[in-house]
Structure formats: structure tokens, C-alpha cells
């Protein structure tokens, strides 16, 4: 089994120090389908993961402005299920509910 280590950021700037760490290769991790496939590898490309699912700042459909900002940790489900967006992008909703099945449209 390959060996990487793992670790958790709490919030963007912390994610950030962490991704850019000297001396380690590191990579974002979200949903996880992408490392999955290095993890097959017998020496993946990458010293640790950082798990970037649970920030808050990545999860957010808010108004700011005259913009919406959709956190890239926002599942397909989620963008599909917002008011907001329903009001003002009815084109990204009904694109988000033609991906996949529950199950993928739920992992993100």
C-alpha cells in the first residue's frame, strides 16, 4: 500500500501554508476520486494530502455584491437545492442536476 500522509485544514489560509510547505509535494483533497487513483500507484506523485472538504469558506452560495459566489466545495446537490441560485442562475441549476446520479451529484 502506498504511504502519504494526511492532514486536515481548518480554513483557506491555512490550507494554503500547507499546499506550499517546503520540501513536501502536497495535493488538495476534496472529493477524493483523483487521489484515488494515485493511491493505486505503487509511489503516488505527492508526500501528503490536504484535506480541504470540511472549510467553511469552501462550502458557501452567498451574495457579495453584484456577484454569487459559489465555494468550490459546494456538491452539485447543494447548488441544485439553493434558493439563490434557483432565483438568479437557473441555467447552472438545471446543469447541476443533469450530472450523474444522487450519489455523484451528493460527493460533489
Known sequence: MPRFDY???H???EALQLLAEPGLVSRPLAGG???VVFVRHEKPPF???????????????ERR???IVV????TFSEAAESALLQDVAAGLVEACLSVGGPAIRNAG
Open 7 to 9: 492532514v486536515r485544514a
Open 11 to 13: 480554513s483557506i489560509p
Open 33 to 35: 476520486t483523483d487521489v
Open 47 to 61: 508526500d501528503r494530502v490536504v484535506d480541504i472538504s470540511r472549510v467553511p469558506e469552501m462550502k458557501v452560495i
Open 65 to 67: 455584491g453584484d456577484e
Open 71 to 74: 465555494g468550490a466545495g459546494v
